[in-house]
Each structure stands twice: as structure tokens, then as C-alpha cells.
């Protein structure tokens, strides 16, 4: 059974970090692109930024010079660090794995706001 269970969301402040973790088991975490999604209320779901085998690294325009994706395959686990917060990085956000098949985490809520 595939899970990707993700943490680390909660509420900060204009300017203030978060590190989001998502946890995975029941694939072959090694091979596959881990990605961080987000959606916001009325929005389409986005990608943030992905991380592929290899640990070559994409992010999303909005987010560039300030988040940060990594992954720790010995313990099947991917991170994104968050700094400088914005309050339109307010959203949902997913952890995504495809490597032959594509899964979804259950999401975090972030929500940035003084």
C-alpha cells in the first residue's frame, strides 16, 4: 500500500519559514520524481517544485530563490524549506510521487498571515 504522508504545515507570518516533510512508503522511493504541489482556494493545483532521481531540481518561478527541495532517500523522505513566506504562498500543499504510477499525499495546510 502506497503512502505519502506529509507535515510540517501550519500558520507563520509574512517573512517566517516552514520546512515541509512528506514521508513515503510502499514505493520505490529511490527512482521516483518527488514533487511539492499547492492549491489555493479557487485555484488550479500548481507545482512548486520537483526533485527527480538524480536530485535535479525545478521550481516554479514564484518560488525560486526562496524554497528549497531535497530528499533523503535512505529515509524515503523529501523536504521543502520555505523561507521568506508570502501571504499568497497561503495554500494547500501535496506531496506528489510518479515513477510508473503517479500518488498523492492527503496535503498540509500552510497558511501565511500576520
Known amino acids: 500500500q502506497v503512502q505519502l504522508v506529509e507535515s510540517g504545515g501550519g500558520l507563520v507570518q509574512p517573512g517566517g519559514s516552514l520546512r515541509l516533510s512528506c514521508a513515503a512508503s510502499g514505493i520505490i522511493f529511490r527512482l521516483a520524481v518527488m514533487g511539492w504541489y499547492r492549491q489555493a482556494p479557487g485555484n488550479q493545483r500548481e507545482l512548486v517544485a520537483s526533485?527527480?532521481?538524480?536530485?535535479?531540481?525545478n521550481y516554479a518561478d514564484s518560488v525560486k530563490g526562496r524554497f528549497t527541495i531535497s530528499r533523503d532517500n535512505a529515509k524515503n523522505t523529501v523536504y521543502l524549506q520555505m523561507n521568506s513566506l508570502k501571504p499568497e504562498d497561503t495554500a494547500v500543499y501535496y506531496c506528489?510521487?510518479?515513477?510508473?504510477?503517479?500518488?498523492w499525499g492527503q496535503g498540509t495546510q500552510v497558511t501565511v498571515s500576520s
Open positions: 526533485i527527480t532521481s538524480g536530485s535535479i531540481t
Open positions: 506528489n510521487s510518479r515513477f510508473a504510477q503517479e500518488y
